[in-house]
């Protein structure tokens, strides 16, 4: 992979020698020098740039660096953690879009079969799907969530920008994607066919108000994700920096945090992307917030604790709930207090748990059902699994 990486700029790893002991910058590992490269395979976490945004339909000619983020991340203090991080660099852009998307996939898809688990800083989001492409050969079926005010579906036919790329993933082969699951889409945002053919396509969809009022709602979709990425456009312009973007909605800095911390918790969860980074220059807020998102990932990896085995019922409370003409089964882990619901057909739904078809839920779920409603992400669930 060295040959499609650059390394950490010479400024940020200046920046790096005047920070007090102690905190990360101290810590991780830099790729510095192009004939010192680090032994990637003896590390938890990657931190990798892509600074490609050729494809932003805003696009100007300008550059973009994430020396800011950098600098921001490198300031922080670890956790109790006990994982090792290298910070690889930047993916170096291709002459095309192709190529930076070609280079992105390799980087990825290596990282992937080596057990690290990469944290990607990216231009314009139809990076995304090189990100996602990079599963090929290292998981069949995937689950994608992205936290967005637009679903970004677009049309397949047409050339990829940074607002329409969902489709290519939905219809290229090889079909590795099982779920795509958006989080904050604002309405006005997306086009009526759009949010029709996220229906019928029977992807999880919430909206931006549906959050604010109870983040929670995040973790069961988040709990189902082996990839997770992060607009950055979805947080709102007073949190990030009210010259860096324009929209007056979307989620503030803590439940961008709390977002983050969801998708570090989810033990599925193998790579996580921000996206529509820009210049930082003269704007301090927007590098801090990314430099925290990413904390709270790695946070929240270190607190992962898996919920048992499903097939022992030591480890979960079975719930059986009569509605109209079925039952309904959900278990509660004794280990983590987390709800799930099985599926029919168990051996459709991949979630990493081949044994059982399980669909993450929460403890509301259940007591909906037994009021007599059935949940609507299972019903999505099991319509997407006859497709």
């Known amino acids: 992979m060295i040959q499609y990486l ?4 010479k400024a940020v790893c200046a920046h790096r020698e005047v920070l007090p002991v102690g905190v990360l910058g101290k810590e991780l590992c830099l790729y510095q020098q192009e004939d010192d490269f680090p032994d990637v395979a003896a ?11 050729r494809r932003d339909v805003d696009f100007m000619g300008e550059s973009i660096d994430f020396d800011a983020v950098r600098m921001a991340f490198y300031g922080l203090y ?11 660099g930047d993916i170096i852009p291709g002459d095309t879009v192709g190529d930076t998307d070609f280079a992105l996939k390799e980087v990825l898809n290596e990282l992937l079969l080596m057990g690290v688990l990469p944290i990607v800083l990216g231009g314009s989001q139809d990076l995304l799907y090189a990100h996602y492409r990079a599963f090929d050969g290292v998981q069949d079926m995937i689950n994608v969530v992205n936290v967005d005010h637009r679903f970004d579906l677009g049309d397949h036919q047409k050339p990829m920008s940074n607002k329409a790329y969902v489709g290519k993933m939905v219809v290229d082969k090889p079909y590795n994607l099982m779920n795509y699951g958006v989080l904050g889409y604002q309405s006005y945002l997306n086009p009526p066919q759009e949010i029709a053919l996220m229906d019928k396509l029977h992807f999880d969809a919430y909206r931006l108000g549906n ?42 800095s803590r439940e961008i945090c709390a977002l983050s911390r969801y ?11 921000i996206y529509e980074l820009k210049s930082f220059e003269k704007y301090e807020s927007a590098p801090n917030l990314v430099a925290q998102m990413i904390w709270y990932f790695i946070e929240g990896v270190s607190f992962r604790v898996h919920d048992g085995d499903f097939l022992n ?29 099985e599926l029919p057909n168990n051996n459709t739904l991949n979630n990493n748990m081949s044994s059982v078809a399980l669909l993450p839920c929460t403890y509301e779920d259940y007591l909906s059902a037994t009021e007599q409603n059935i949940p609507e992400r299972w019903l999505k669930a099991r319509l997407r699994n006859k497709v």
Do not use: C
């Open 6 to 9: 650059r390394p950490v700029s």
């Open 313 to 341: 019922p030591d480890h979960f409370i079975v719930y059986s709930v009569p509605v109209d003409d079925m039952v309904l089964v959900f278990k509660k882990s004794k280990r983590t207090g987390r709800w799930w619901i």
């Open 43 to 53: 590390f938890k976490f990657a931190l990798v740039g892509v600074p490609e945004h």
């Open 78 to 88: 670890p956790g109790n953690w006990q994982w090792s991080m290298v910070d690889l």
């Open 263 to 273: 998708a570090g918790i989810s033990n599925g969860v193998k790579s996580f992307g």
């Open 211 to 252: 959050l604010i009022q109870d983040i929670t709602l995040a973790e069961p979709i988040m709990r189902q994700a082996q990839l997770v990425a992060i607009d950055a456009s979805s947080v709102k312009s007073s949190a990030l920096s009210f010259r860096y973007h324009k929209s007056p909605n979307g989620f503030d």
